[in-house]
């Protein structure tokens, strides 16, 4: 794919219309990036390991407290509460509502053995599975152009690609074997829609 076929991308536009079914809503958190929040320091040098084990898997010191229920995500308020009431957390309380979404969906996936996927890869591993015909696994190129990340795929004579854009969270696909011989928007992965869905097949 040319460079500036991509260039550009980045446009809220319309659902496109392909086969990749639409279904449930769930909270557009990153069970990936919390995964790396858990092994962030704070600003004490503390991590969330130090007391609750390295992974959120064991339940130490009853992580699974915000980890919800497995058709959800987890639940960011119930660490802010826990933060805000514990004086072992005061030194988080700089995390922002997004970051303890994305904490407690790591928490949710590593309770229930969901993915934990960024949301990036997951659309792009649901996608794969979805429309193998058509996102043809493996990717014969991966790459970055600005911030926009994408996969490409041979299909004959056709060159199809999915794009996420780390700057809006737009899922843009590319694909001359399906007539889209223009990049379109597939909607937000943050929207419970698009992401929920692929979550809710865990990626696949």
Request: glycine share 8%; charged share 10%; hydrophobic share 45%.
């Given at each position: 794919m040319r460079a500036s076929v991509l260039t550009g991308v980045g446009r809220s536009l319309v659902w496109v219309g392909m086969t990749l079914a639409l279904a449930g809503a769930a909270q557009a958190a990153d069970p990936g990036r919390g995964e790396v929040l858990w092994k962030t320091p704070n600003p004490a040098g503390m991590n969330c390991t130090a007391c609750h084990g390295l992974t959120a898997a064991t339940n130490v010191q009853n992580s699974w407290n915000a980890a919800g229920t497995a058709t959800n995500q987890g639940d960011g308020a119930i660490i802010r509460r826990g933060?805000?009431?514990?004086?072992?957390?005061?030194?988080?309380?700089?995390?922002?509502?997004?970051?303890?979404?994305?904490?407690?969906?790591?928490?949710?996936?590593?309770?229930?053995k969901k993915s934990l996927l960024t949301n990036e890869r997951c659309i792009f591993a649901w996608a794969e599975a979805q429309l193998p015909t058509v996102f043809t696994a493996p990717a014969v190129q991966t790459g970055t152009l600005s911030t926009l990340n994408y996969r490409l795929y041979l299909v004959g004579a056709d060159t199809n690609a999915v794009g996420f854009n780390t700057a809006d969270s737009q899922v843009w696909v590319l694909a001359p074997s399906l007539g889209l011989t223009a990049p379109v928007s597939l909607g937000a992965a943050t929207s419970a829609s698009l992401i929920g869905t692929a979550r809710t097949a865990n990626c696949k």
């Amino acid at each position: 794919m040319r460079a500036s076929v991509l260039t550009g991308v980045g446009r809220s536009l319309v659902w496109v219309g392909m086969t990749l079914a639409l279904a449930g809503a769930a909270q557009a958190a990153d069970p990936g990036r919390g995964e790396v929040l858990w092994k962030t320091p704070n600003p004490a040098g503390m991590n969330c390991t130090a007391c609750h084990g390295l992974t959120a898997a064991t339940n130490v010191q009853n992580s699974w407290n915000a980890a919800g229920t497995a058709t959800n995500q987890g639940d960011g308020a119930i660490i802010r509460r826990g933060i805000n009431s514990q004086p072992m957390m005061a030194d988080y309380k700089t995390w922002s509502d997004a970051d303890l979404v994305d904490l407690a969906a790591y928490i949710n996936a590593s309770r229930y053995k969901k993915s934990l996927l960024t949301n990036e890869r997951c659309i792009f591993a649901w996608a794969e599975a979805q429309l193998p015909t058509v996102f043809t696994a493996p990717a014969v190129q991966t790459g970055t152009l600005s911030t926009l990340n994408y996969r490409l795929y041979l299909v004959g004579a056709d060159t199809n690609a999915v794009g996420f854009n780390t700057a809006d969270s737009q899922v843009w696909v590319l694909a001359p074997s399906l007539g889209l011989t223009a990049p379109v928007s597939l909607g937000a992965a943050t929207s419970a829609s698009l992401i929920g869905t692929a979550r809710t097949a865990n990626c696949k």
